[in-house]
T-cell receptor
Protein backbone atom coordinates (compact mmCIF):
# COMPACT_ATOMS: atom_id res chain seq x y z
CA UNK A 1 0.00 0.00 0.00
CA UNK A 2 1.72 3.17 -1.22
CA UNK A 3 -1.15 5.56 -0.74
CA UNK A 4 -2.07 8.43 1.47
CA UNK A 5 -5.84 8.48 1.88
CA UNK A 6 -7.74 11.64 2.75
CA UNK A 7 -11.40 11.97 3.68
CA UNK A 8 -13.65 13.63 2.89
CA UNK A 9 -12.79 14.71 -0.64
CA UNK A 10 -15.08 17.72 -0.43
CA UNK A 11 -16.42 19.61 2.58
CA UNK A 12 -18.72 22.59 2.85
CA UNK A 13 -19.09 24.12 6.29
CA UNK A 14 -20.48 27.20 7.93
CA UNK A 15 -18.40 29.49 10.08
CA UNK A 16 -19.91 28.11 13.28
CA UNK A 17 -19.47 24.44 12.40
CA UNK A 18 -16.95 21.98 13.76
CA UNK A 19 -15.57 19.43 11.34
CA UNK A 20 -12.53 17.20 10.98
CA UNK A 21 -10.31 16.15 8.10
CA UNK A 22 -8.77 12.72 8.20
CA UNK A 23 -5.56 11.36 6.69
CA UNK A 24 -4.30 7.79 6.78
CA UNK A 25 -1.20 6.00 5.51
CA UNK A 26 -0.01 2.44 6.03
CA UNK A 27 3.52 2.77 4.66
CA UNK A 28 5.12 3.00 8.10
CA UNK A 29 6.03 6.63 7.50
CA UNK A 30 6.95 8.56 10.64
CA UNK A 31 6.56 12.10 9.37
CA UNK A 32 3.13 13.41 8.42
CA UNK A 33 2.23 16.83 7.10
CA UNK A 34 -0.71 19.16 6.63
CA UNK A 35 -0.54 21.70 3.81
CA UNK A 36 -3.01 24.36 2.72
CA UNK A 37 -3.14 25.23 -0.96
CA UNK A 38 -4.96 27.97 -2.81
CA UNK A 39 -5.58 27.66 -6.54
CA UNK A 40 -2.49 28.20 -8.71
CA UNK A 41 -0.30 28.64 -5.62
CA UNK A 42 2.25 26.33 -4.00
CA UNK A 43 1.31 24.30 -0.92
CA UNK A 44 1.79 26.20 2.34
CA UNK A 45 3.05 24.15 5.25
CA UNK A 46 0.79 24.14 8.29
CA UNK A 47 1.97 21.33 10.59
CA UNK A 48 4.48 18.50 10.67
CA UNK A 49 4.30 15.51 12.97
CA UNK A 50 7.41 13.43 13.49
CA UNK A 51 7.06 10.14 15.39
CA UNK A 52 3.57 11.24 16.45
CA UNK A 53 4.86 14.46 18.02
CA UNK A 54 4.18 17.91 16.64
CA UNK A 55 7.53 19.14 15.33
CA UNK A 56 6.54 22.13 13.19
CA UNK A 57 3.64 24.55 13.60
CA UNK A 58 3.86 27.34 11.07
CA UNK A 59 2.01 29.88 13.24
CA UNK A 60 -1.34 28.48 12.18
CA UNK A 61 -4.44 30.07 13.80
CA UNK A 62 -5.90 28.09 16.68
CA UNK A 63 -9.10 27.44 14.74
CA UNK A 64 -7.03 24.68 13.10
CA UNK A 65 -6.11 21.94 15.56
CA UNK A 66 -4.02 18.96 14.45
CA UNK A 67 -4.00 15.58 16.10
CA UNK A 68 -1.92 12.45 15.52
CA UNK A 69 -3.65 9.58 17.37
CA UNK A 70 -1.20 6.98 16.07
CA UNK A 71 1.55 6.53 13.53
CA UNK A 72 -0.87 5.90 10.65
CA UNK A 73 -3.46 8.57 11.27
CA UNK A 74 -3.48 12.36 11.15
CA UNK A 75 -6.49 14.56 11.79
CA UNK A 76 -7.13 18.25 11.34
CA UNK A 77 -9.94 19.61 13.49
CA UNK A 78 -11.67 22.72 12.21
CA UNK A 79 -13.69 25.18 14.26
CA UNK A 80 -15.00 28.70 13.62
CA UNK A 81 -13.32 28.94 10.24
CA UNK A 82 -13.41 32.03 8.04
CA UNK A 83 -14.30 32.18 4.33
CA UNK A 84 -10.62 32.87 3.56
CA UNK A 85 -9.82 29.41 4.94
CA UNK A 86 -11.48 27.91 1.87
CA UNK A 87 -8.74 25.96 0.10
CA UNK A 88 -7.44 22.52 -0.78
CA UNK A 89 -6.01 20.81 2.29
CA UNK A 90 -3.32 18.30 1.46
CA UNK A 91 -1.91 15.61 3.71
CA UNK A 92 1.49 14.08 2.99
CA UNK A 93 3.87 11.61 4.57
CA UNK A 94 7.54 10.79 4.33
CA UNK A 95 9.41 7.65 5.35
CA UNK A 96 12.55 7.57 7.46
CA UNK A 97 14.67 6.26 4.62
CA UNK A 98 12.78 8.03 1.88
CA UNK A 99 13.41 11.63 1.01
CA UNK A 100 10.23 12.36 -0.90
CA UNK A 101 6.72 13.35 0.08
CA UNK A 102 3.76 11.14 -0.72
CA UNK A 103 0.63 13.26 -1.06
CA UNK A 104 -3.01 12.43 -0.58
CA UNK A 105 -5.57 13.67 -3.09
CA UNK A 106 -6.69 16.43 -0.76
CA UNK A 107 -9.88 17.77 0.79
CA UNK A 108 -11.46 20.71 -1.02
CA UNK A 109 -12.88 22.86 1.76
CA UNK A 110 -15.44 25.62 1.28
CA UNK A 111 -16.35 27.85 4.22
CA UNK A 112 -19.59 29.77 3.80
CA UNK B 1 14.53 29.46 5.18
CA UNK B 2 15.64 28.26 1.81
CA UNK B 3 14.32 30.03 -1.27
CA UNK B 4 13.17 28.26 -4.41
CA UNK B 5 12.46 30.38 -7.47
CA UNK B 6 10.53 29.45 -10.57
CA UNK B 7 10.71 32.43 -12.89
CA UNK B 8 8.24 31.15 -15.50
CA UNK B 9 4.65 31.40 -14.22
CA UNK B 10 3.32 29.96 -17.48
CA UNK B 11 4.78 27.94 -20.33
CA UNK B 12 3.31 26.28 -23.39
CA UNK B 13 4.57 23.55 -25.67
CA UNK B 14 3.35 21.91 -28.83
CA UNK B 15 2.45 18.26 -28.47
CA UNK B 16 5.47 16.00 -29.20
CA UNK B 17 7.90 18.88 -28.72
CA UNK B 18 10.36 19.47 -25.88
CA UNK B 19 10.02 22.05 -23.12
CA UNK B 20 12.30 23.08 -20.26
CA UNK B 21 11.07 24.47 -16.96
CA UNK B 22 13.49 26.51 -14.85
CA UNK B 23 14.17 26.40 -11.14
CA UNK B 24 16.83 28.06 -9.04
CA UNK B 25 17.36 27.81 -5.30
CA UNK B 26 19.35 29.46 -2.59
CA UNK B 27 21.16 27.42 0.05
CA UNK B 28 24.43 27.34 1.95
CA UNK B 29 24.19 23.60 2.46
CA UNK B 30 26.05 21.00 0.44
CA UNK B 31 23.78 18.01 1.04
CA UNK B 32 20.16 18.25 -0.03
CA UNK B 33 17.45 16.88 -2.29
CA UNK B 34 15.62 18.52 -5.15
CA UNK B 35 12.28 17.49 -6.58
CA UNK B 36 9.86 18.26 -9.35
CA UNK B 37 6.21 17.66 -8.50
CA UNK B 38 3.35 17.75 -11.00
CA UNK B 39 -0.17 18.83 -10.09
CA UNK B 40 -2.73 18.17 -12.86
CA UNK B 41 -6.27 19.57 -12.76
CA UNK B 42 -7.24 16.72 -10.42
CA UNK B 43 -4.91 18.50 -7.92
CA UNK B 44 -3.18 15.29 -6.91
CA UNK B 45 0.50 16.11 -6.31
CA UNK B 46 2.66 13.57 -8.11
CA UNK B 47 6.42 13.22 -7.85
CA UNK B 48 7.98 13.51 -11.31
CA UNK B 49 11.67 13.25 -10.54
CA UNK B 50 14.16 13.55 -7.68
CA UNK B 51 17.84 14.51 -7.53
CA UNK B 52 20.31 14.01 -4.71
CA UNK B 53 22.80 16.86 -4.53
CA UNK B 54 25.77 14.54 -3.97
CA UNK B 55 25.12 12.82 -7.28
CA UNK B 56 26.72 14.46 -10.30
CA UNK B 57 24.68 12.45 -12.76
CA UNK B 58 21.43 14.07 -13.80
CA UNK B 59 18.29 12.12 -12.91
CA UNK B 60 16.10 10.73 -15.67
CA UNK B 61 12.63 9.19 -15.60
CA UNK B 62 11.42 8.18 -19.06
CA UNK B 63 10.58 11.43 -20.92
CA UNK B 64 11.55 13.59 -17.93
CA UNK B 65 15.12 14.61 -17.20
CA UNK B 66 16.82 17.29 -15.18
CA UNK B 67 19.80 19.54 -15.71
CA UNK B 68 21.30 19.90 -12.24
CA UNK B 69 23.97 22.58 -11.95
CA UNK B 70 25.07 22.57 -8.32
CA UNK B 71 27.46 25.49 -8.49
CA UNK B 72 24.86 27.63 -10.23
CA UNK B 73 22.10 26.33 -7.90
CA UNK B 74 19.96 25.52 -10.88
CA UNK B 75 17.64 22.56 -11.38
CA UNK B 76 15.69 22.62 -14.64
CA UNK B 77 13.21 20.01 -15.85
CA UNK B 78 13.14 18.89 -19.47
CA UNK B 79 10.04 17.18 -20.81
CA UNK B 80 10.58 15.43 -24.12
CA UNK B 81 7.88 14.32 -26.56
CA UNK B 82 5.28 16.33 -24.65
CA UNK B 83 1.88 14.74 -24.27
CA UNK B 84 -1.53 16.22 -23.48
CA UNK B 85 -1.40 14.54 -20.09
CA UNK B 86 1.68 16.58 -19.19
CA UNK B 87 -0.48 19.70 -18.86
CA UNK B 88 -0.30 20.65 -15.19
CA UNK B 89 1.25 22.93 -12.59
CA UNK B 90 4.85 21.96 -11.94
CA UNK B 91 6.46 22.74 -8.60
CA UNK B 92 10.16 22.62 -7.85
CA UNK B 93 11.00 21.73 -4.25
CA UNK B 94 14.04 21.61 -1.97
CA UNK B 95 14.72 19.63 1.18
CA UNK B 96 17.81 19.69 3.35
CA UNK B 97 19.42 16.30 3.97
CA UNK B 98 20.47 17.35 7.47
CA UNK B 99 18.06 19.78 9.05
CA UNK B 100 14.56 18.50 9.58
CA UNK B 101 11.62 17.47 7.50
CA UNK B 102 10.69 20.74 5.86
CA UNK B 103 10.21 21.03 2.12
CA UNK B 104 10.45 24.39 0.35
CA UNK B 105 8.35 24.83 -2.78
CA UNK B 106 8.72 27.23 -5.67
CA UNK B 107 5.76 29.27 -6.90
CA UNK B 108 5.01 26.89 -9.75
CA UNK B 109 4.92 26.89 -13.54
CA UNK B 110 1.65 26.26 -15.34
CA UNK B 111 2.33 24.14 -18.43
CA UNK B 112 -0.11 24.08 -21.33
CA UNK B 113 0.26 21.44 -24.05
CA UNK B 114 -1.11 22.50 -27.42
CA UNK B 115 -2.51 19.71 -29.61
Amino acid sequence: DTEVTQTPKHLVMGMTNKKSLKCEQHMGHRAMYWYKQKAKKPPELMFVYSYEKLSINESVPSRFSPECPNSSLLNLHLHALQPEDSALYLCASMGQNDEKLFFGSGTQLSVL
Amino acid sequence: AQTVTQSQPEMSVQEAETVTLSCTYDTSESDYYLFWYKQPPSRQMILVIRQEAYKQQNATENRFSVNFQKAAKSFSLKISDSQLGDAAMYFCAYRSANTGNQFYFGTGTSLTVIP
